[in-house]
């Protein structure tokens, strides 16, 4: 019995011990997931509540849910929420389109092949900040690119202010952002691809199957788990766009281009009123989320009628 006792404390002693190890492995990760994550989310909630004195760096006093009533009655900020969605929906849309495709050609055999693989890469690395004036350089309204082809091609009589006009503008920024994130998903889905069972496009093609019908009966379906995490992940990169629109527009002309992520640095930055900066940043986490969560929350809504029935 003594013996059993004394094995029992040694295992006892040797699993605190284990205890203390990897508490003190796991600590400091923890610690700087509090300071950079954590703590920054608490004050920003805290102070969505508040008045605070940039110059001071304190509270003033909280002034419950004003900075919130102030966003909701805001013309402004109404439109920039609008904005956001449609531009992170656009971007997503035809992102996902174009990398599916472009994964889809990537996986044949052709020549030039790692060529191609290369220059799809290439815009991934290429900063946010150098991608914006690449694109501000090619829509220049005096010595851009696009100006000279059209004038040149006779497409176009005079050199146009590209960035001048609102919508246009949006869609240019739209643009540069697709360019930037189809490496990104190409990666993904051409990993999905060359993971895929070819018996069963081998099977379709003995049985008579076409190409679309090859397409849309098989790959699809089975390519589907990987399309809808990777749209919602772009969605929430879209959602956080900033660098492009900085750089190109400043949110202009005239508020145009002026995103939910850009309305936040306006308030923070150019206003000063961190209040309002991070109710507009919560409203920002509420939007995203809620779009994050419509497919499983659907998936839930259908598998309980079905399961119904």
């Not at 004050?43 to 008045?51: M, N, P, Q, R």
């Not at 400043?250 to 930055?269: D, W």
């Amino acid at each position: 019995m003594i013996e059993h006792s004394n094995l029992i404390d040694k295992s006892r002693l040797k699993f605190s011990k284990e205890k203390i190890l990897a508490t003190s492995l796991i600590l400091p990760s923890l610690i700087l997931v509090f300071v950079t994550y954590l703590y920054p989310a608490i004050f920003t909630f805290v102070i969505s509540f508040a008045e605070y004195d940039i110059i001071r760096l304190n509270i003033k006093k909280f002034v419950q849910f004003k900075n919130f009533h102030y966003l909701i009655n805001n013309s402004f900020f109404n439109s920039a929420v609008l904005r956001t969605v449609y531009f992170g929906l656009v971007i997503c849309l035809f992102t996902t389109i174009f990398s599916f495709l472009i994964a889809i050609l990537l996986n044949e055999k052709f020549v030039g092949k790692a060529l191609l693989r290369v220059m799809i890469v290439l815009p991934w690395a290429v900063p946010s900040v150098v991608s914006g004036v690449l694109w501000g350089q090619m829509f220049h309204a005096d010595t851009g690119f696009l100006n000279a082809l059209l004038y040149q091609s006779g497409l176009i009589s005079e050199y146009k202010i590209w960035l001048a006009d609102p919508l246009i503008a949006l869609h240019i920024i739209a643009v540069a952002e697709i360019w930037k994130a189809i490496p990104f998903m190409t990666l993904f889905f051409l990993s999905g691809l060359q993971s895929l069972p070819s018996e069963s496009f081998e099977a379709a093609s003995v049985d008579g199957a076409n190409v679309f019908q090859r397409f849309f009966y098989i790959l699809f379906p089975l390519m589907f788990p990987i399309v809808i995490p990777l749209f919602l992940i772009q969605f929430v990169l879209a959602m956080k766009s900033f660098d492009t629109i900085f750089v190109l527009t400043r949110g202009g002309p005239g508020g145009g281009t002026t995103t939910l992520n850009y309305f936040i640095y306006q308030e923070a930055f150019e206003t000063f009123n961190l209040g309002r900066a991070s109710a507009a940043a919560y409203v920002l986490l509420i939007i995203t989320l809620a779009v994050v969560l419509i497919p499983s929350i659907s998936k839930k809504i259908l598998n309980f009628f079905w399961g119904n029935k």
